[in-house]
């Protein structure tokens, strides 16, 4: 049986996405491979998965004609990635998919057109870095960077962020930063010290500054601003 909120959380694990961005990945898949799918086997899909996931099997439009390799490409495209990281998204989602429910995994392969089999495999477990991910910000990037965020300062290896603020509001906000961190799949080190607490982010499997380091220090600067108000994030 296909539930909701192990697909979201299998498909975030597989996919290393944070689990909001794990279940529009979801709904982009089988959006996407409805359009593939004969009205049919479309009704099985949309019986088979999960409530809040049936509403994006929903199509009345003729079926597409393409390939797998267009079906993954489709699926980047939605998803604003690089066709490889569609690709294994895809494969991260449809293969949760036929592993919850094999028979309809084996009904839908049937009805599609060679090659989509490799669809409902599953990639690679954990991979150092998804393709098209962690890649290294460029220097004019970085400099952008830093103009939008003030308080950080650093290199193409690392930025760091020195915060003063009382001790009895260091706790709060490090189990903040600590859920925001493991929300994206990341570490983030941090340091105490008389001037306060320093956070140091970085993408350690490139040694590099990567979008997801700005996600996360975009997260640390909300929760120290909530925290340094008074109030408690999450």
Known sequence: MITHRRLVEDAAARTRLPSERAARAIKVTLAVLALHLDPPARQRLRRAVPGPDRDAVYATVPRSGGTVTDFYGEVAVHLQAPPEQGRHVARSVLSLIARDDPGLG??????LPPGFDEAFTAPEAHPERLPGEDTPLTERELRAALRRRPQW??????????????????????????????????????????????????????????????????????????????????
């Open 153 to 234: 300062s650093g290199d193409g290896h690392r930025l760091t962020r020195t915060v003063g603020l009382p001790r009895d509001r260091v706790p709060p906000l490090l189990h903040q930063v600590e859920d925001d961190a493991r929300e994206l799949h990341r570490h983030v080190a941090h340091a105490l010290s008389d001037d306060g607490i320093t956070f140091t982010v970085r993408t350690r499997s490139v040694d590099a500054v990567t979008t997801t380091d700005l996600e996360l220090a975009d997260r640390i600067d909300a929760a120290v601003a909530a925290v340094g108000s008074g109030g408690r994030p999450g």
């Open 106 to 111: 084996r009904h839908l392969v049937a009805g």
